[in-house]
């Protein structure tokens, strides 16, 4: 769909494989998933096919953030 290359702030579209969202490392999640809900937008426009949306999280950290803060121990 031409749609390679195209960016939102960090987040970019693969040249590769227009199929992937690649954070250069200045993305946010919001500015992630903005690029792949207007990517979906454009496709039905263009198409009339609704994309689903499949997520997969490369490179984040191997242990999950901990919710709330951490407070040290006094």
């Given at each position: 769909?031409?749609?390679?290359?195209?960016?939102?702030?960090?987040?970019r579209i693969s040249e590769h494989d227009a199929n992937i969202v690649?954070?250069?490392?200045?993305?946010?999640?919001?500015?992630?998933?903005?690029?792949?809900?207007?990517?979906?937008?454009?496709?039905?426009?263009?198409?009339?096919?609704?994309?689903?949306?499949?997520?997969?999280?490369?490179?984040?950290?191997?242990?999950?953030?901990?919710?709330?803060?951490?407070?040290?121990?006094?």
């Amino acid at each position: 769909a031409g749609l390679g290359g195209i960016r939102l702030r960090g987040a970019r579209i693969s040249e590769h494989d227009a199929n992937i969202v690649e954070n250069d490392g200045g993305a946010s999640a919001r500015d992630v998933l903005a690029l792949a809900a207007w990517m979906q937008e454009r496709i039905q426009a263009r198409t009339g096919l609704q994309l689903t949306l499949r997520l997969r999280a490369v490179g984040a950290a191997e242990e999950p953030p901990r919710r709330g803060p951490v407070h040290p121990s006094t």
